[in-house]
């Protein structure tokens, strides 16, 4: 089953703060995180086990919350570049595949 | 490290043709490929999981005979589109994960236009 992210879209100006979740109904064993720029493919963030949290990049991170079967993206301080769409995939232990939310628009202005 | 390529970018072709579009990963060996479809402003939908040597596990509403997977080697996987269709139309992207890590790794896309 899909999971859902909130918000849908959202715009900012640069320099400000940004939190994206993502939540599934099911168990997770872990949770990636991808950025698309439009006509491009998805570029890999960082992926989140069950039983950790990782930072992938300095302005960049995010949670897992095991129990609650979700995930939050963390952008700090964001720049111009950080602007595209935000995926989250989800995996189900076993499942060995991944399961797509349906993107948040993020727009950086000037 | 970890780059995967796909090969064309871009295709138009005439309905009722076929369509191979490649994948390669360049500096690891995939264990498993997956290929994804996504129309515009959409997810990405999971067509179907292909494992090198074995069959490949399409999703439920797949045509299996109408994308047909193969997954020759390690560091390739192949999805025709066979007698294509203009709603075949679509940004298709393959991803690749090694086996000793849970990372995908997402091709640059291949947008099929049918006329």
């Known amino acids: 089953q899909q999971p859902v992210q909130s918000p849908q879209a959202v715009i900012l100006r640069e320099g400000e703060d940004a939190v994206i979740n993502c939540s599934s109904s099911?168990?997770?064993?872990?949770v990636h995180w991808y950025r698309q720029k439009h006509g491009e493919a998805p570029v890999f963030l960082m992926i989140?086990?069950?039983?950790?949290e990782q930072k992938g990049h300095e302005k960049i991170s995010a949670s897992f919350n095991e129990k609650k079967q979700q995930s939050s993206l963390y952008l700090t301080a964001s720049q111009l570049s950080y602007s595209g769409t935000y995926f989250c995939g989800t995996e189900i232990q076993g499942a060995q595949k991944l399961v797509f939310g349906q993107g948040t628009r993020l727009t950086i202005n000037p | 490290g970890a780059v995967v390529s796909q090969h064309p970018s871009r295709v138009i072709c005439k309905s009722g043709t076929s369509v191979k579009i490649e994948c390669r990963s360049l500096d690891f060996q995939a264990t498993t490929m997956f290929w994804y479809r996504q129309f515009p402003k959409q997810s990405l939908m999971l067509m179907a999981t292909s494992n090198e040597g074995s069959k490949a596990t399409y999703e439920q509403g797949v045509e299996k005979d109408k994308f047909l997977i193969n997954h020759a080697s390690l560091t390739l996987s192949t999805l025709t589109v066979t007698s294509a269709h203009p709603e075949d139309s679509s940004f298709y992207i393959c991803s690749a994960r090694a086996g000793s890590t849970d990372t995908q790794y997402f091709g640059p896309g291949t947008r099929l236009t049918v006329l």
């Open positions: 099911k168990a997770l064993y872990s």
């Open positions: 989140l086990l069950k039983g950790g």
